[in-house]
């Protein structure tokens, strides 16, 4: 990719540009990690020849560097001839040093490109609440990171859903950026402070899968004792704590001890304490966990309120279909990377802009089949209702479609139903997920995906 001085300029008159521009490439270190992770995968599978692939493997990454080293080049040459005699030079000057940085240090340990992650942050008109870059964590010496360079932002009065298979890095992503753990590498900004700054702490809520209360306090003297640990005074905590409990509807149960609380309740009083410094973005790791349906309902329903005040809700969950009717943004991780991450409008517009659902009579479905060839129209069978069968379109533009239509009527091919197709967050994830955990994966995804990557070679 040939870098032009028009588009440095680009990259520096908006921000947004220069960082579509740095995302879409790998850095040399996720390059090298790739290759590790392909020969791993080839060294535990039954592949007959498996030096020739890994031949091909490193044959891949050299190419990748290859095309990476000659768009830094052409990108170097260009940016140099702003340093002088130019209103941009100090800017190409800035950008020069944070995309050369950026692309040899990209998910290593080392902290090289926080700088321009900051200074990217600031560029933001709307700034998020939480905003994550190149957040990668090891465990022990493994060579393959749990998360690789994970990026995404979530923005006040949000609800995030987090979503990914078991292992797919969710948990260790929350403790990161909670601080639980310590040794990883990237950038992990609230509300525009660094997650290790203890002044962060004051702008997140957590809440953990599991609740554990001491013995012998009930609700309200737990939660006073808890906000007084924080360092507010004991008149303070006394009205906080009422005031949050009157909120979540736990007033009259302040006398019992929260061990003798359902799963539900328990959950309520961790929400209390969550809330009792009044966070900008509260975070939760499965905390629909063993609730009852009724206990579900409230506990969204308090999450939705809490939305409403302008709080940003981040929650990792497996109940997709729950999330389904609350989120409005979301992060898929699939084998420690993100797959996507942004508004869900978005990614309906984009990945789901032209699928459909049709119904059609099953005793059209001959001529409907026919029909559909003729155009090469992908489609699907969606569903049954005794006579009536639902099929999933895709159209491949606007023309398609109408000629869809106009041969149904020239061929008396009634349907009873034809609308766009609004997948649901288990749709999407099952769409859009592959690999699940690098930890969990089967024999048949192993050699499915060495077969992929043998085939794109």
């Given at each position: 990719m040939?870098i032009t001085q028009e588009?440095?300029?680009?990259?520096?008159e908006?921000?947004?540009e220069?960082n579509k521009?740095?995302?879409?490439f790998?850095?040399y270190?996720e390059?090298?990690?790739?290759?590790?992770?392909?020969?791993?995968l080839?060294k535990q599978?039954?592949?007959s020849d498996t030096?020739?692939?890994i031949t091909?493997?490193?044959q891949?990454?050299l190419?990748?560097k290859?095309?990476?080293?000659?768009t830094i080049?052409?990108?170097?040459?260009?940016c140099?001839k702003?340093?002088?005699?130019?209103?941009y030079?100090e800017?190409a000057?800035?950008i020069?040093?944070?995309?050369n940085?950026y692309?040899?240090?990209v998910?290593s340990?080392?902290?090289?490109?926080?700088e321009?992650?900051?200074?990217?942050?600031?560029s933001k008109?709307?700034?998020?609440i939480?905003?994550v870059?190149?957040?990668?964590?090891?465990?022990g010496?493994?060579?393959i990171?749990?998360?690789d360079s994970?990026?995404?932002d979530?923005?006040p009065?949000e609800?995030h859903?987090?979503?990914?298979?078991?292992?797919?890095?969710?948990?260790?992503?929350?403790?990161?950026?909670?601080?639980?753990?310590?040794?990883?590498?990237?950038?992990?900004l609230?509300?525009?402070?660094?997650?290790?700054?203890e002044?962060?702490?004051?702008?997140?809520?957590?809440?953990?899968?599991k609740?554990?209360?001491?013995?012998?306090f009930?609700a309200?003297?737990?939660?006073?004792?808890?906000?007084?640990l924080?360092?507010?005074?004991?008149?303070?905590?006394?009205?906080?704590?009422?005031?949050v409990?009157?909120?979540?509807?736990?007033w009259n149960?302040r006398h019992?001890?929260?061990n003798?609380f359902?799963s539900?309740?328990?959950?309520?009083i961790i929400?209390?304490q969550?809330l009792?410094?009044?966070?900008?973005?509260?975070?939760?790791?499965?905390?629909?966990a063993n609730?009852d349906p009724?206990?579900?309902?409230?506990?969204?329903?308090?999450?939705?309120?809490?939305?409403?005040?302008?709080?940003a809700?981040?929650?990792?969950?497996h109940?997709?279909?729950e999330?389904?009717?609350y989120?409005?943004?979301?992060?898929?991780?699939?084998g420690?990377?993100?797959?996507?991450?942004g508004k869900?409008?978005e990614?309906?517009k984009?990945?789901?802009a032209?699928?459909?659902?049709?119904?059609i009579?099953?005793?059209?479905s001959?001529k409907?089949?026919?029909i559909?060839?003729?155009?090469k129209i992908?489609?699907?069978h969606y569903a049954?209702?005794h006579?009536?069968?639902?099929?999933?379109i895709?159209?491949k533009?606007?023309?398609?479609y109408?000629?869809f239509?106009?041969?149904?009527?020239?061929?008396?091919?009634?349907f009873?139903?034809?609308?766009?197709n609004?997948p649901s967050?288990q749709d999407?994830?099952e769409?859009?997920?592959?690999?699940?955990?690098?930890?969990?994966m089967?024999?048949?995804?192993i050699?499915r995906?060495i077969?992929?990557?043998?085939?794109?070679?």
């Open positions: 040939k588009d440095i300029i680009k990259f520096i908006k921000n947004d220069l521009f740095i995302h879409s790998k850095g270190n390059i090298n990690t790739n290759k590790l992770f392909k020969i791993n080839v599978s039954n592949y030096t020739s692939v091909k493997i490193k891949s990454a190419n990748e290859k095309q990476l080293n000659e080049n052409s990108f170097n040459n260009e140099k702003l340093f002088i005699n130019s209103k030079a800017e000057k800035r020069y040093r944070v995309i940085e692309f040899n240090f998910g340990k080392n902290h090289k490109f926080f321009y992650d900051i200074d990217f942050y600031k008109k709307e700034k998020p939480l905003y870059r190149n957040l990668t964590k090891y465990y010496h493994k060579k990171p749990t998360i994970l990026n995404f979530i923005y009065g609800f859903a987090f979503i990914g298979a078991n292992g797919a890095g969710k948990t260790t992503t929350i403790k990161s950026i909670i601080s639980s753990y310590y040794k990883w590498s990237g950038t992990i609230i509300d525009g402070i660094p997650n290790i700054n002044a962060s702490k004051k702008k997140i809520g957590y809440v953990p899968e609740a554990v209360f001491p013995e012998g009930s309200q003297e737990y939660l006073t004792w808890m906000i007084m924080s360092g507010f005074n004991k008149h303070f905590a006394i009205n906080k704590v009422k005031q409990l009157k909120d979540l509807g736990m149960l019992v001890s929260p003798k359902s539900g309740q328990k959950r309520k929400l209390a969550t009792t410094h009044d966070p900008e973005i509260i975070i939760m790791d499965e905390p629909m609730l009724k206990a579900r309902i409230d506990f969204f329903n308090t999450l939705k309120h809490l939305k409403q005040q302008g709080k809700i981040f929650m990792s969950s109940v997709l279909s999330l389904n009717s989120c409005d943004s979301l992060t898929i991780l699939d420690g990377k993100v797959i996507y991450s869900r409008d990614l309906l984009t990945m789901f032209n699928e459909y659902i049709v119904c009579d099953n005793k059209f001959n409907f089949n026919e559909i060839n003729e155009l992908i489609a699907s049954s209702d006579n009536l069968i639902y099929y999933k895709t159209f533009n606007e023309e398609i109408n000629k239509q106009i041969n149904l009527i020239k061929n008396n091919v009634y009873n139903e034809l609308r766009k609004i967050l999407i994830y769409q859009m997920v592959i690999n699940g955990s690098k930890d969990t089967s024999r048949q995804d050699e995906l077969k992929q990557f043998n085939n794109e070679c």
